[in-house]
């Protein structure tokens, strides 16, 4: 058995003895351990407490690391992002820089169209290094479970390209990684006029091969005016649902045409985007056991209002914390800053902020029972902090890069 204990930790942060997903009040609460020591055990916690009630006498030799001025928290969990994708889009940026309105943008053939192009044009090999690299990025940046979606395909093979790159990506990676469909992400242009025919296309031909070789867990549908109605929404979801896939949904992000309630209805794990809700949506969303998920990066890069995380907070929803990394919207997948965001813009606590960006995220991935906290049993994913005065300094200090080390599964990546 491999055995590692970290003594001396300023504090250990989210220290659980059990966990669910937190909900209203609840996500202020951030229990936390001062001058604390952590026993790693085959990759899971085994044992943690105050530095005063460290027994010294461990039957065989464990590894030690002194953890001195250092925090420790539980591994970001980023349970919503587009990471793999080809190239990049800051051309578009810069036209909207200079003006060109988000339609001009689609009709010089930008937008999600533009990255489905170019994601046709690369080979799955190709698309799998760009995406490891990002994956690598996150990591270092203290991401150590991460939800990936297709999306920017669009057509059977392609769809399929995406979902093998991120089973290539689980493969891999010694990172927890969840699979999305999102074949419903857009209309391509050629079924603008025949929104049935593409629907079809999902459901009759994707589904049942993305079924049959394992290739997701959930289903995604981006639900707006100009891209899925919510009738479009539910026949797509109870098609996935027929074959295991538990829906994820892109819901009120610019419009509120009744996503919300449809998403709870078909018990959805998360509703994710909510920057325009209106009060009975935030009702409907408190009374149920689904995750409101905030992207406030990609409310950001879009200069749209921030999403109301305050309401929703004093309403009594669940709400965890996403980057949405993705070429069009948030070309960031550096958890740190949703995190400096969310207490900027949407005036969440830092405790707040931190249990929607682990705990809640890893509810929001049903990774709840294996990560997210600081609870026995649990697996090592940890950030380990450079020497910072108080756990607020986290979000204040945004921008700068404050952590040290990050462990995965009991190991440390380089
Ligand atoms: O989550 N809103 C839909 N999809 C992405 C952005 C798509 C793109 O522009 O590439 C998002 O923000
Ligand atoms: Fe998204």
Not at 326 to 351: D, I, T, Y
Not at 373 to 388: D, E
């Amino acid at each position: 058995m491999s055995s590692t204990v970290i003594t001396n930790i300023k504090q250990l942060i989210g220290t659980r003895v059990e966990s669910h997903p937190l909900r209203g009040k609840e996500l202020a609460n951030l229990p936390s351990i001062e001058d604390a020591y952590l026993i790693i055990e085959d990759n899971e916690i085994a044992e943690y407490g105050s530095m005063l009630h460290l027994k010294t006498t461990i039957g065989h030799q464990p590894s030690t690391i002194d953890a001195t001025n250092q925090f420790i928290l539980p591994a970001w969990c980023d349970s919503h992002t587009h990471l793999v994708f080809a190239g990049s889009r800051e051309s578009e940026f810069v036209d909207k820089l200079k003006g060109l309105t988000y339609s001009e943008i689609n009709a010089k053939g930008g937008g999600i169209l533009n990255s489905a192009k170019k994601l046709n044009e690369t080979s799955e090999n190709e698309l799998f290094n760009q995406a490891w690299k990002r994956l690598e990025e996150v990591s270092k940046l203290g991401t150590g479970a991460i939800e990936i979606k297709s999306g920017y395909g669009l057509t059977l093979d392609a769809e399929l390209k995406m979902l093998r790159v991120i089973k290539k990506l689980k493969e891999k990676s010694n990172l927890h990684i969840r699979s999305t469909f999102l074949g419903a992400h857009t209309f391509p242009l050629e079924y603008r006029e025949n929104h049935r025919g593409y629907i079809d296309l999902i459901i009759n031909e994707m589904l049942p091969v993305i079924a049959k070789e394992k290739l997701a867990e959930y289903i995604d549908v981006f639900c707006e005016k100009g891209f899925f109605n919510v009738e479009e929404m539910e026949r797509i979801c109870k098609a996935g649902m027929g074959y295991g896939l538990k829906p994820k949904l892109h819901v009120n992000q610019l419009n509120s045409i009744g996503g919300i309630q449809s998403g709870i209805g078909l018990g959805a794990i998360s509703l994710d985007h909510l920057e325009t809700m209106t009060s009975e949506d935030i009702h409907s969303l408190s009374s149920s056991k689904t995750i409101g998920t905030l992207l406030p990066t990609a409310a950001f890069f879009l200069r749209m209002p921030f999403q109301p995380a305050r309401e929703l907070i004093d309403a009594g929803c669940i709400i965890a914390l996403a980057s949405d990394y993705n070429p069009g919207s948030s070309p960031s997948g550096n958890m740190n800053f949703v995190l400096s965001l969310s207490c900027v813009q949407m005036k969440m606590l830092p405790e707040e902020a931190i249990n929607a960006a682990t705990i809640n995220g890893a509810y929001a991935m049903e990774f709840g029972n294996d990560l997210g906290s600081i609870t026995i049993g649990k697996k090592a994913n940890l950030i380990f902090t450079k020497p910072i005065p108080s756990l607020a300094y986290l979000p204040y200090a945004f921008g700068t890069n404050l952590i040290d080390k990050v462990m995965i599964n009991g190991n440390f990546i380089h």
